[in-house]
């Protein structure tokens, strides 16, 4: 029986060999207690695994389309972009950082805002994406739950934050004055 306990499991890989037919990705090794599952079993669990309940990350669209009702969700802000006022600079630079992010995601910043509906009430949401430099609150990210709140007073609407960060990046405030105990910009 010793031979027995040295043998290994194979490993999955997501690679697709050369002249091979063999569809690529379509099992995943879970996380938390080791099981095959196949992909799309996972992603109609809502990336639960159901064996042992490891929740995987998801994306911000992913994320929407799992809150709001199907077709309604139409995104704004996509157009503001996250900069480096302070040319930061550690050992990567913060333009190569961004640089990287935008790469991997095709976003300009790692949250999504945009009007939907959820059950056929109109909604307002704002969710973050861990993919986008760990998820990290900026600037943009800042202004884009703003907007988000802003939209959602004026559409008497109710506003849902999906955050999923992993802390604070870069914050300039200038040109605000505080006023009746808030801060508002001049």
């Known amino acids: 029986m010793g ?28 996380n938390g207690c080791s099981e095959i599952l ?9 990336n639960v695994c159901p064996f042992c309940d490891h929740h995987y990350r998801m994306t911000a669209e ?9 077709g309604s ?10 900069q480096n006022p302070l040319e930061f600079s550690d050992k990567v630079s ?11 995601t095709s976003k300009k910043d790692g949250t999504v805002c945009g009007v939907g509906q959820i059950n056929g009430r109109e909604t307002v949401i704002a ?25 959602g007073l004026k559409r008497k609407a109710p506003v849902i934050v999906v955050s999923c960060s992993g802390g ?11 006023e009746n105990g808030y801060y508002a910009l001049d």
Not at 173 to 178: A, E, F, G, V
Request: glycine share 6%; hydrophobic share 35%.
């Open 73 to 82: 969700f139409e995104e704004f802000g996509q157009d503001l972009e996250t």
């Open 94 to 104: 913060y333009d190569s950082r961004l640089t990287k992010a935008y790469n991997n």
């Open 168 to 178: 604070a990046r870069l914050f300039i405030i200038r040109d605000y004055k505080k």
């Open 3 to 30: 031979w027995f306990n040295s043998v290994k499991n194979p490993k999955l890989k997501n690679v697709k060999r050369q002249g091979s037919s063999t569809p690529v990705g379509i099992w995943k090794k879970c």
């Open 38 to 46: 196949q992909t799309d079993k996972l992603e109609q669990n809502a």
């Open 127 to 151: 969710c973050m994406d861990f993919r986008f430099m760990g998820g990290s609150m900026g600037v943009v990210t800042g202004e884009k739950i703003a907007l988000a709140m802003d939209e």
């Open 62 to 70: 992913s994320r929407i389309d799992l809150i709001m009702d199907e």
